[in-house]
């Protein structure tokens, strides 16, 4: 059979376009991040479990957390911003979820050395953090130590897929901290050192980016962003400053790399096997405990 001639592929082409373009904007209902949601329910968690939010930010999912599961919940932070805007939101959910301000806790601390007990939360939530954390080893490592045994972690983590080049990886490093921690193989080597058993693992960005640009159409808004900081930077730079600039073009490139399948976007179900046996960690060992509901004891410590 004879090829084509170049012509005929073109008016080929122009023949279908307008119904391609048709059938491209219908949805194809993709899910989007409260599917994480979904897997907290699948744990089947028993009332007033303990969930530790690792990386809370301005406390959102611990909010959603204690509202869908009648579960006590930490949010564990380093900074101090990110706790305030935590605690407002905490105290404004009272007014739709009476009571739920006494099942969150709220205390400074990093991923690399929690300020709690050993064994003594039922399920970690570490959403989109750990990509700014140098030291994965040692953010894992604090999982499975305070994880009960046969306890889960529901993890969230972006990476870099193979076709992202070294020049769009410097920019992820000015958004995300260390490139290191956003090496898919780097990831798993940390879970495998941690001793934490991996149930699933699945890629979800694509998916999600969909979800977020149907919904209230952000990536294909920071395109337009990204060509107005391109385009004018001396504005933008002079108005904010060089370091704002540099990342807001980042942040900008992230959700345009993210549509484009630039980004290894992952969930983990890890579960604790009953025989780690985790070392005890100086934190817990000289710190003053604050309970949550009498079943959780956390050490802050006040000098991170």
Not at 39 to 52: M, P, S
Not at 154 to 161: D, E
Request: charged letters at 25%; glycine letters at 8%.
């Amino acid at each position: 059979m004879t090829e084509p001639s170049l012509a005929g592929k073109s008016a080929r082409y122009e023949a279908i376009e307008d119904t391609f373009l048709a059938e491209l904007d219908e949805s194809l209902r993709p899910r989007g991040s409260d599917t994480l949601y979904d897997l907290v329910d699948e744990l089947g968690l028993a009332d007033g479990a303990i969930v530790l939010d690792a990386g809370c930010g301005k406390g959102h999912h611990a909010i959603e957390l204690a509202r869908r599961f009648d579960v006590g919940v930490i949010g564990i932070d380093p900074a101090p911003i990110h706790l305030d805007k935590a605690a407002e939101a905490i105290a404004a959910a009272e007014s739709t979820t009476p009571g739920i301000s006494a099942r969150i806790n709220l205390a400074p601390g990093r991923v690399e050395r929690l300020p709690l007990e050993d064994g003594s939360v039922d399920v970690v939530w570490c959403r989109d953090v750990l990509g700014a954390v140098e030291d994965l080893d040692a953010a894992y490592s604090e999982f499975a130590r305070v994880l009960r045994p046969k306890g889960q972690a529901i993890i969230y983590q972006s990476g870099l897929a193979p076709d992202l080049t070294e020049q769009e990886a410097r920019r992820f490093r000015a958004l995300d901290g260390p490139v290191t921690s956003a090496d898919p193989g780097r990831i798993d080597a940390a879970i495998t050192a941690s001793g934490l058993h991996v149930d699933r693992r699945f890629s979800v960005g694509l998916e999600w980016a969909e979800h977020l640009a149907e919904t209230n159409g952000k990536g294909p808004r920071r395109l337009l962003h990204l060509a107005r900081l391109l385009r004018q930077p001396e504005h933008y730079i002079e108005r904010f400053g060089r370091w704002e600039y540099d990342v807001m073009v980042a942040d900008c490139y992230w959700h345009l790399w993210r549509l484009m399948g630039k980004l290894d976007e992952k969930v983990y179900l890890l579960t604790k096997p009953t025989d780690i046996r985790p070392e005890v960690s100086p934190v817990t060992a000289s710190h003053s405990h604050l309970c949550l509901g009498g079943s959780i004891a956390l050490g802050v410590d006040h000098a991170q």
